[in-house]
């Protein structure tokens, strides 16, 4: 627990946290009122990994570990129907001639 509370700390002193959930409300509205949620559900991704290192590894009681599980899956329930427009992201193209 203590290297929760150290990042915990950090992030407050760094004036990182404010930034953080403020973008989170942001991001979190936008998907409940269904605008833009593809790119709101992309600017969560790396808040959820935050989410779920926290939970998974620092937290590490049952709880917290579920929850650490559960809100990476619900982000990437957000992002299924959107894969057509993801995948292509994820292959190696060959280089192109311009």
Do not use: D, Y
Not at 6 to 33: C, D, G, M, Q, Y
Not at 71 to 98: D, E, G, S, V, Y
């Amino acid at each position: 627990m203590p290297a929760a509370q150290n990042f915990i700390l950090a992030l407050i002193a760094s004036h990182n946290f404010a930034v953080i959930k403020a973008l989170e409300l942001v991001v979190r509205v936008l998907i409940l009122a269904n605008r833009w949620v593809l790119v709101s559900t992309l600017l969560a991704l790396p808040m959820t990994g935050v989410i779920g290192w926290w939970n998974i590894v620092l937290e590490g009681t049952p709880v917290p570990i579920v929850f650490g599980i559960v809100t990476p899956a619900l982000n990437l329930f957000l992002l299924w129907p959107h894969r057509h427009l993801l995948c292509p992201l994820l292959q190696a193209n060959p280089a192109r001639k311009w």
